[in-house]
């Protein structure tokens, strides 16, 4: 039984250890060394590790903690840069749409084509030296980083391709080969299967996807529940008729802050609160949107999370808005014990013509990313490699910072390994900076 397509003309592109590629490729003392992309203070959590911290066990989700463990003395424990890796996904994903009119973006890393509607050889030979070519103009497009590619006959098993032969691999499975290359493969392979559904289907002996074909669709929904049952039904016998939707419209913007001790202090809560709205609503501004419905999101001490929502009669951008919406959700959770987390959010999102001219760019984004934890966001803080520029030195990254000191080294992606100085952190000559451009020359001075 196969899917939809007679072909397999269905590409996955999932760009490797993607946020670790793009410090590596900016930061030419960290290229060949283990790199922790995340949250770095006492509660991170690790966002991307790259093949070299991979090597110690470090992965993602795992607490920055943990992975500080298991990684070895000189091991660079990044927070991460949303901004220098959305300016290289942009350059990625139009490569893909030079391919097909057809592309679904699923995340700032990784993305769906269909080469059928971009006209293409959908022979294994034609789709092989495309995945090729793909891969060479992606590594040269981006200054170095690389991804892995399949391509099959669903999104399923194009998704599939492209993690069986990570890092930097091209897997093509031909149409009518999808369950020789299925069954063998361990059960927790397939989308959507976690820990939790893994044991319960290991503990009646599903182990591989070729045991869980075996099963019938009674049993599979009485084990585990009709609509991921009757998933797993299909996924087992490679059947994938979901279309590559193409540009798929962001649905909610947020930002998020996790602490390094709990607040419990209610004015700080809302400073808080304060400071997230204000990013949310920079990010909405900048993207022309505005939105209907205003989300909080309160972690606990207990690591137990709840949301709130609210949503308004018209759109809102503004940030005194969102902000007093989110105060009275806060209002009416029981803070007791303290939150680790806060998040603010505004979703239903609806396109309208931009009213404040002088709205500023959006911070980069939380991904669970830690800021500096300290009483009054404005204050000047520096977090581990962020971008700066120096008055004398040029541009660099901060290394590391901590009583009232700044180290920062000076190097950028089209330079050697640089030299390492240490600053006051209030120091006026040290300024953040924009991502280096890895394209271009960069205007470093010359340094000793």
């Known amino acids: 039984m196969q899917g939809m397509r007679s072909e397999a003309g269905v590409l996955h592109l999932d760009l490797d250890a993607f946020f670790a590629a793009v410090e590596q490729r900016d930061k030419p003392s960290l290229r060949g060394k283990p790199v922790v992309v995340g949250g770095t203070g006492g509660r991170g959590v690790v966002s991307t590790a790259s093949y070299e911290a991979r090597a110690y066990g470090a992965r993602s989700a795992m607490s920055t903690a943990e992975a500080r463990r298991r990684c070895p003395p000189g091991t660079a424990f990044l927070g991460g840069r949303f901004a220098a890796y959305s300016v290289t996904s942009r350059v990625v994903m139009d490569l893909l749409r030079e391919l097909s009119p057809l592309v679904e973006q699923v995340s700032v890393d990784e993305a769906y084509v269909d080469l059928a509607a971009g006209g293409h050889d959908l022979s294994v030979e034609g789709l092989t030296a495309l995945g090729r070519d793909l ?3 992606i590594h040269a497009a981006t200054g170095g980083v690389r991804g892995s590619v399949g391509i099959g006959s669903s999104k399923t098993m194009a998704k599939i391709g ?8 091209l897997l093509v499975v031909p149409a009518g080969a999808e369950l020789d290359v299925l069954h063998p493969l361990p059960v927790r392979s397939l989308p959507g299967v976690g820990p939790a559904t893994g044991d319960r289907l290991s503990a009646v002996g599903v182990r591989t996807v070729g045991d869980l074909h075996e099963r019938s669709l009674t049993d599979l929904v009485a084990l585990v529940g009709q609509a991921h049952g009757s998933g797993l039904f ?30 419990t202090d209610l004015g700080r809560l809302q400073n808080e609160i304060r400071w997230l709205a204000d990013r949310v609503v920079a990010r909405l501004q900048k993207e022309g949107t505005a939105g209907r419905t205003v989300t909080l999101k309160f972690r606990r001490y207990d690591f137990t999370t709840l949301t709130r929502s609210q949503t308004l009669p018209q759109p809102v951008d503004d940030a005194r808005t969102v902000t007093e919406v989110a105060t009275r959700l806060l209002g009416g959770i029981d803070r007791t014990g303290g939150v680790r987390l806060l998040g603010v959010g505004v979703s239903g999102l609806a396109t309208y013509v931009q009213g404040d001219l002088f709205a500023e760019d959006a911070a980069p984004l939380v991904l669970e990313d830690e800021e500096p934890d300290v009483a009054e966001p404005e204050s000047r803080t520096w977090y581990p490699g962020q971008d700066v520029a120096h008055a004398d030195m040029g541009a660099g990254w901060v290394w590391g910072s901590g009583l009232g000191r700044v180290t920062v080294r000076f190097e950028g992606p089209r330079t050697p390994p640089g030299p390492v100085r240490t600053y006051a952190v209030d120091d006026p000559s040290l300024v953040p900076a924009e991502p280096p451009d890895w394209r271009g020359t960069e205007d470093q001075k010359s340094r000793s």
């Open 135 to 137: 891969k060479v103009r």
């Open 162 to 169: 492209s993690e069986l032969d990570k890092p930097d691999g």
């Open 234 to 263: 299909r996924l087992a016998r490679a059947l994938d008729e979901r279309p590559v939707v193409p540009e798929r419209e962001a649905k909610s913007v947020s930002a998020e802050r996790t602490y390094a001790t709990d607040l």
